[in-house]
């Protein structure tokens, strides 16, 4: 039995993005503490006014992971670019020299030939 404190824990579904279907947050328990500013507004103000700083950084966080992943994505695509570079010039390479290959041992066939 599990014997610690409760969590609090937001999920987040059906959330505008290719990448990420749900998103789980769990929160800290010394959050949501609002400004002096609150003052004479109600509970149900103040409770919106949580919800909406909540879901504005909950959508913060997702974007930022969002940009994140497509940023490694890029990475990976022009270290990719740059290994098939390096393959096609190999390749290339070595057609060249066993081309340059056979026709010396062409050479030396027809040198033998005539002499």
Known sequence: MVSS????VVVIKEIPSNII?????????DTMTIPD????????NINKIREDFLFKEAELII??????????????SEKDKD?????NKFYTGVAINLALIG???????LLLQII
């Open 37 to 44: 500013k609150s003052k004479g507004r109600t509970d149900s």
């Open 83 to 87: 290994l098939s570079i390096i393959k």
């Open 21 to 29: 279907e749900e998103a789980i947050f769990i929160l800290k328990n």
């Open 5 to 8: 404190g409760t969590k609090r």
């Open 103 to 109: 026709s010396l041992a062409l050479f030396v066939f």
């Open 63 to 76: 974007n930022n992971y969002i940009k994140e992943c497509k940023l490694l994505k890029e990475r990976y």
